[in-house]
């Protein structure tokens, strides 16, 4: 079983940055970031291979979102700058121990999330 703890989230002001930490009791080939409004569906924000460091970013984030690792502290990041009032939702770090990092299929692990408000 992997543990996934995030932590960072907050609230701020239109255009402000954040960065989530993902922290991981053990790494999976395949780390991703998803975030879900209540009554909303799952929405896919970014992935990272980690054996790579390749990265994958939504169409929705893409320019704003930067993510990154730490293979040492076994921790994924997610930088978020220029943040919208429509990004105001929780966030959930996600693995699966495979290397087909996409958004359509289901995660094996998943952390608590935390909480992103953004005000206009």
């Known amino acids: 079983e992997v543990r996934l703890v995030e932590s960072g989230g907050g609230s701020v002001q239109a255009g402000e940055s954040l960065r989530l930490s993902c922290a991981a009791s053990?790494?999976?080939?395949?780390m991703a970031w998803f975030r879900q409004a209540p009554g909303q569906e799952r929405e896919g924000v970014a992935w990272i291979y980690t054996a790579s460091g390749t990265t994958y970013d939504s169409d929705s984030v893409k320019g704003r979102f930067t993510s990154s690792q730490d293979n040492d502290k076994k921790t994924l990041y997610l930088q978020k700058n220029g943040l919208k009032p429509e990004d105001t939702t929780m966030y959930y770090c996600?693995?699966?121990?495979?290397?087909?990092?996409?958004?359509?299929?289901?995660?094996?692990?998943w952390g608590q999330g935390t909480q992103i408000t953004v005000s206009s």
């Open positions: 996600a693995a699966r121990s495979t290397t087909r990092c996409t958004f359509s299929q289901e995660y094996d692990y």
């Open positions: 053990a790494y999976t080939y395949c």
